[in-house]
């Protein structure tokens, strides 16, 4: 558990014996971020007496350890449609249209890391963009939801890194390479952030800033894309939405350093690994 100020974590780990064991065939979700309703006072409690240690002395993994889908949604802000348009390199030879008319599309769960992992970029030839974004996370098992009761339906929300790499192969394919979904630096829950369409969003690459933007510019916001993604999947506790990018995306090379923030969620850092995964170019 967090405490903003002063800058520390409090283990609180305890809690988790209160969850349920489960057998085989084991549940499509998480199960921390399915009981995670009747652990808030627990958690509260253990917080009064676990054990701190300062933010920078500890690796933050995923906080979401075991989500069943992490669904993106492309295309959904108009300066990035229009950049795409503008930019081959994003392209690849395709038009880019839409969300609506591209639907969203999954990232392995493989790919998953947290802000203390870093990004091992592959494919030195080629381009690896950074693509910050809204993470929303799902917190039970729901289908077809109206937008007017989606948002009973998140348990909360992280920064989200969907790394992207440049080509002609589908998205899903591009987008699930190991340790191109980043997710953190911690869970904010749902209750904290009253509306999730009006916050601002940064990133920088190196301490130059990338990308800029606001929530509100989304095209499906957080609703409509609970909504939307729903109506094709049943969705489970500790499912991710990466609501989409704004403008701004741009290569990254090995040994840069990422910088993100979202308001009312927090700031981090991800550094991109000195070496690619798939080669053994070192970066200069």
Known sequence: MLDP??????DVSVVYDQIAPRRYPFPRED???????????????????????????????????????IMGAPVNYEDHAVE???????????QIPSIGDWGM????????????????????DRRNDHELE??????????????????????????????????????????SIDSYSVL???LVTADEIENPGALDLELKVNGVVRQKSNTRHLI???????????????????????????????????????????????SGTVWIAPNYASSDHVAE
């Open 31 to 69: 199960v921390f971020i399915a009981a995670l309703p009747g652990l808030r006072e627990p958690i509260r409690e253990a917080a009064k007496w676990g054990e701190e240690f300062a933010l920078c002395a500890v690796k933050l993994d995923s906080p979401v350890a075991n989500p069943g889908k």
């Open 5 to 10: 100020e002063r800058n520390t974590l409090v």
């Open 220 to 266: 499906y916001d957080v609703p409509r894309l609970i909504e939307f993604a729903s109506s094709f999947y049943t969705l489970n506790a500790g499912d991710v939405i990466m609501t989409g990018t704004p403008a701004g995306v741009g290569p990254v090379k090995p040994g840069d350093r990422l910088d993100m923030w979202i308001e009312k969620v927090g």
């Open 105 to 124: 599309f999954l990232k392995a769960g493989s790919s998953l890391v947290g802000f203390g992992g870093e990004i091992s970029l592959r494919f030195a």
């Open 134 to 175: 809204l993470g929303v996370v799902i917190a039970d098992t729901c289908t077809q939801v109206s937008r007017s009761d989606a948002m009973k339906h998140v348990a909360g929300y992280c920064i989200a890194l969907d790394m992207t790499l440049r080509g002609t192969e589908f998205q899903c394919f591009r987008k």
């Open 84 to 94: 795409g348009r503008k930019d081959p390199g994003i392209a690849s030879g395709r």
């Open 184 to 186: 953190g630096p911690w």
